[in-house]
């Protein structure tokens, strides 16, 4: 039996998908946010501490190198799988993610702008030379033996939940070509999005009917703009998540149901 779910997506023509964090929890990578929208642990590094302080970096590049190869051999789900499906019927414009796992472009999706950033790339902020995160990580270990033996749980970003550690012997590499300060290629707390890609992002909106919301709250401004502009432009605004969104007063239709079983209808059927 058709849901309204699949009925607001079988009408869009071209949709303009928004993702979050709820779509890549059942690949193992934590969610920020409770049902309510609040904060479930500490919040994500800042970027002017990360910058202004080498005690950051430490402690971030020493949860990054727990965290990383778990992160790293995350695979897609049902959720990456539905989505990739929909965007080989046509059916969307962009597919906006707000996470920084590729988990949508290894499950096939190509028309993806990742606005945070990606996670699999190191930049240096001095010659902005961008390198390898795998590459990055037998780095990290040479630097710092002993500390691949921690036992930490996986944290959202790729890091992990080690606390009670001093930090302050651990070594952080500096960029090999320049000495500048490395750090993920992703947009941390602080940190503005690059103009081009929101630009990007607004011209491919103009060119969507709908916008279909997976498995985000919009609690982050950078996210939420592009959804509140649709709203102010007339476009029908679908949300798949698990609780409170920030746009709840914004949608056209609320479906609160995990993402993958919500979306199966997309998949081929299984004999």
Known sequence: MPTPLADFIHSARRLFVLTGAGCSTDSGIPDYRDADGQWKRTPPVNYQDFMGGEPTRQRYWARSLIGWPR????LPNGTHAALAALEARGQ???????????????????????LHGRLDQVRCMGCETRSDREAFQHTLLAANPGWETLEAGIAPDGDADLENVDFSAFNVPACPHCGGILKPDVVFF????????????????QNADAVLVVGSSLMVYSGYRFVQAAAKAGLPVAALNLGRTRADDLLTLKVE???????SFLLPATA
């Open 71 to 74: 992160f790293g051999q995350a």
């Open 190 to 205: 602080g940190e503005n999005v690059p103009r081009a890609r929101v630009d990007a992002v607004h011209a491919h909106l």
């Open 257 to 263: 149901q995990p993402c993958a079983p919500a979306l």
């Open 92 to 114: 969307v414009e962009v597919l906006l993610t707000q996470n920084v796992d590729c988990l949508h472009q290894r499950a096939g999706s190509e028309a993806v702008i990742d």
